[in-house]
């Protein structure tokens, strides 16, 4: 198995901005839904980063994608169709009642 010179080095760096996007697409999906305070926060933050078109960061949305020669819109509008197609499956949960959302710890002791 013999490699041209060069060709290894890329294939890593392919690689770790693949992982990159990867995962990101999965906190996208996981907090898509998130009802605690972090969970939004995380989800608000990987929308700024696939919604970002900024391309000066050598890993932003876009430079990644370039990287991969993926299409970013098209990466966004399946992310979008995604949402849009899980919200429509799940269940309407009514909102909880005032007095189980502020239940009290007991303290120590």
């Known amino acids: 198995m ?45 929308c700024e980063w696939f919604d970002s078109h900024d391309n000066t960061w050598i890993f932003s949305f876009e430079n990644i994608c370039y990287a991969l020669d993926l299409d970013p819109d098209h990466i966004r509008e ?3 169709r995604w949402r849009q197609e899980q919200a429509r499956r799940r269940p309407v949960v009514a909102a909880p009642n005032a007095a189980a959302a502020y239940r009290l710890r007991r303290a120590a002791g």
Do not use: K
């Open 78 to 80: 399946g992310l979008t």
């Open 2 to 46: 013999s490699a041209e010179a060069g060709t290894v080095p890329l294939e890593r760096e392919r690689r770790l901005v693949l992982a990159i996007l990867e995962e990101a697409v999965r906190s996208y999906q996981h907090y898509a839904f998130a009802t605690n305070r972090r969970g939004r926060r995380l989800f608000g933050e990987t």
